[in-house]
């Protein structure tokens, strides 16, 4: 099994900055594509970025120029530095992983989530 725990939420006003970390654990033998989604009160969860073992980012329109993703690969380690932040970022914030197990069987894996605000 690989285990996803994300850290770094909380409350920030407008304007201010986060930095979400991911840490994948567990029985891996290796991990493909990560990424960052969000589900705020009453919407459906959508994705926020992603990234591939190479590098390749994507992004959603609305985080665009303010979000970055990145990761080590080495520490199976995933970040999202959010900077510029606006109360429509308020949401509970998920990683999310493919990776193979032991087995290698691959799998998708979702954290426990993350809270962040921005309110003043």
């Known amino acids: 099994q690989v285990q996803l725990v994300e850290s770094g939420g909380g409350l920030v006003k407008p304007g201010g900055s986060l930095k979400l970390t991911c840490v994948a654990s567990?029985?891996?033998?290796?991990?493909?594509?990560m990424g960052w989604y969000r589900q705020a009160p009453g919407k459906e969860r959508e994705l926020v970025a992603a990234?591939?073992?190479?590098?390749?980012?994507n992004y959603a329109d609305s985080v665009k120029g303010r979000f970055t993703i990145s990761r080590d690969n080495a520490k199976n380690t995933l970040y999202l530095q959010m900077n510029s932040l606006i109360p429509e970022d308020t949401a509970v914030y998920y990683c999310?992983?493919?990776?193979?197990?032991?087995?290698?069987?691959?799998?998708?894996?979702w954290g426990q989530g993350t809270q962040v605000t921005v309110s003043s």
């Open positions: 990234i591939t073992t190479g590098g390749n980012e």
């Open positions: 567990g029985s891996i033998s290796s991990i493909k594509a």
């Open positions: 999310n992983a493919d990776a193979y197990g032991v087995n290698w069987s691959l799998d998708n894996y």
